[in-house]
């Protein structure tokens, strides 16, 4: 090779790979993509590694731009660490199995995201922990539950699909008086509306592919921790939590460090971007949810509205203790009669609201429970405690009203009268 060709290699490989220096710092925090990062001399490894000099070593431990995403949602979440994941089912598994061994038994909510349902009733059986499932808004049911072994109460701010608030006060004085944790699902709530930290809880998860980023573009989950045993949270209280040995947050860390479900840096960078309009977007969705479920209570079409905004719902008082700035924008209803023919009349007549199985995006969507986040639950089981095939899901966006209603009224009008 000649000499020329030699050093457009080495300049090739070299030129350009180290960050400008500069007194000014960017408006916004980059991209931080690399997977690795360069140390000075030998030492400085064992510097980083053990805290006494700031840095990184490799980026599916810890990452620049993910610490950033974990103290974002921390601070939202008013807890006192917190730990990003590539999804939200990621951040749920990771944390559950960090803080159970063979042997455990989880307490869990009936009504949960499906995949939850899945996680606890064919995952963990495998691993020798064993979940018992509960009305967990049945506070007796939940009690009666408990055995010696219970290690964590699991339960949703508001469940998915049917939008029961947890009584999490209640949850919290069973879980930790049975010397076991209340691990949270918040991300139907998200922190905007609820921080079930300040209540006591001692994890809260939200997938962050819902609310927290919010574009539908990004899917990943964080959890986070209250103060193990005393300490301030981000909010400046002592959100308490039972006493152990080794923190929940720790030990949820070193098992996401070692099993590597890590989000990617972009995605970290997307999500803090999106939270940036978490509060204004969240409360628009409620606004317009609100309304949504008022017009579909009063339609002659419309059987069971499940919505903790309305007085007359059985979780309104929980709503009203547990969330504030709205009810959120979820809720779910059926066609009088609640069969799949008239479900399926109705989402294939929307125009402008999309067929989407997920939520929390600006835009209005639906999805059908049944057929999708519910799909692995079989039919009878799920009816027994009301998500049958007739169930619709609503994402309520954060259009003008007018127009959401407008595309509801004409798909309901367009549904056959049986
Ligand atoms: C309440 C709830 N929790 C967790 C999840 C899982 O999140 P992800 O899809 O980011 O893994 C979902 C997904 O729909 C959900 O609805």
Redesign the pocket.
């Known amino acids: 090779m000649d000499k020329e060709r030699r050093l457009a290699a080495t300049r090739a490989v070299r030129a350009g790979g180290k960050p400008p220096q500069s007194v000014t710092v960017p408006k916004v925090p980059p991209i931080y993509t690399s997977s690795v990062f360069t140390f000075d001399y030998l030492e400085q490894i064992d510097e980083v590694y053990e805290g006494r000099s700031p840095g990184y070593v490799y980026s599916r431990q810890r990452n620049p731009g993910i610490d950033l995403l974990e103290e974002a949602v921390c601070s939202l979440e008013c807890g006192s660490e917190a730990v990003a994941f590539a999804?939200?089912?990621?951040a749920?598994t990771c944390s559950v199995l960090a803080l159970v061994r063979s042997g455990d038994h989880v307490v869990a909510g009936r009504v949960l995201?499906g995949?939850?349902l899945t996680f606890f009733k064919d995952d963990l059986p495998k691993r020798g922990v064993e979940t018992t499932f509960v009305d967990t808004n049945n506070l007796d049911e939940v009690r009666s539950a408990i055995r010696p072994n219970t290690k964590i109460v699991y339960c949703?701010t508001i469940s998915?699909p049917l939008m029961e608030v947890a009584d999490l006060t209640a949850l919290v004085e069973i879980a930790h008086s049975a010397g076991a944790l209340l691990v949270v699902?918040n991300?139907?709530a998200s922190p905007v509306l609820c921080r079930p930290l300040e209540y006591g809880a001692d994890v809260s998860i939200n997938?962050t592919?819902?609310y927290l980023n919010g574009h539908s573009d990004v899917?990943?989950?964080v959890a986070v921790f209250a103060p193990y045993v005393s300490g301030e949270s981000a909010c400046g209280e002592d959100a308490g939590g039972p006493a152990g040995t080794e923190p929940p947050a720790a030990k949820v860390r070193a098992l996401a460090a070692l099993y590597g479900p890590t989000p990617s840096p972009f995605d970290a960078w997307l999500t803090v971007r999106g939270l940036r309009t978490v509060d204004l977007r969240v409360r628009k969705c409620s606004e317009n949810a609100l309304e949504l479920a008022r017009f579909l209570c009063g339609h002659p079409k419309v059987g069971v509205v499940h919505y903790p905004g309305f007085e007359s719902s059985p979780y309104h008082d929980l709503g009203k203790k547990y969330l504030s700035g709205g009810y959120g924008g979820m809720l779910s209803f059926e066609i009088k009669g609640g069969s799949l023919e008239s479900a399926r009349a109705f989402i294939d007549s929307l125009s402008m609201v999309e067929l989407v199985p997920?939520?929390a995006g600006v835009s209005t969507t639906v999805s059908h429970p049944g057929k999708t986040?519910h799909r692995a639950i079989p039919l009878e089981e799920r009816k027994t405690y009301g998500v049958g095939d007739g169930l619709v899901r609503v994402s309520v966006g954060i259009e003008d009203y007018a127009d959401i209603e407008k595309d509801f009224r004409q798909a309901l009008d367009a549904v056959p009268v049986r």
């Open positions: 999804s939200g089912m990621g749920i995201y995949g939850t949703e998915n699902d991300t139907f997938s592919t819902k899917t990943g989950g997920s939520l986040s």
